[in-house]
């Protein structure tokens, strides 16, 4: 189990389709669509879920992350899971799940370490996000500098950022 680290933003995204067509151009890989599905525990530190996913492997991921409508840095761990349902029952009965968010995820790799997300989540909308992962002894201003000219690449604008997770914009969460 290693701890790993990323820059991130997450913003509204009224025009996905316009969104879609920047993605095509600019990135170096197409990794196609992902339908996920994420459990929320509750947990004493960060967030915890169960990233359930067709197609790809299962994870258990606890995360860090500040909520901030900006570029934010986020500590994750991620465990691969064998048995999704299974772990989800036991978690369920000894934290209790605190959310369930059902996303569609378009995934464009960018730079090598830079992800794209062109997630449709159910409840909520389209949105984009930008992950630059970094490497452990990483100081993040590289993954920084990525991040913030991807986002103007992409056109992003601050009134489109949003400072939550999903769970918390589907429980109406306010930071």
């Not at 820059?7 to 890989?29: I, P, S």
């Not at 570029?71 to 691969?80: D, F, G």
């Not at 930008?130 to 991807?150: G, T």
């Not at 992409?154 to 769970?167: G, K, R």
Request: hydrophobic share 35%; charged share 35%.
């Amino acid at each position: 189990m290693t701890s790993r680290q990323n820059v991130e933003l997450k913003a509204r995204d009224a025009d996905l389709a316009r969104t879609l067509r920047r993605c095509l151009e600019l990135a170096t890989d197409d990794q196609g669509v992902l339908r996920q599905r994420d459990s929320y525990f509750g947990a004493r530190d960060g967030r915890l879920k169960l990233r359930e996913q067709e197609p790809g492997p299962s994870y258990l991921i606890h995360y860090r992350r500040e909520d901030k409508a900006e570029l934010r840095p986020s500590e994750y761990t991620l465990v691969e899971i064998a048995d999704p349902p299974a772990l989800a029952r036991l978690l369920a009965s000894a934290l209790g799940i605190e959310c369930v968010v059902g996303k569609e995820r378009r995934l464009f790799l960018w730079e090598q370490n830079v992800r794209i997300h062109l997630d449709r989540v159910d409840g909520l909308g389209t949105f984009v996000e930008i992950e630059a992962v970094a490497p452990p002894d990483s100081n993040l201003a590289r993954e920084r500098d990525q991040a913030e000219r991807l986002r103007a690449l992409l056109e992003i604008e601050s009134s489109q950022l949003v400072p939550t997770s999903y769970s918390d914009l589907l429980r109406g969460h306010k930071p």
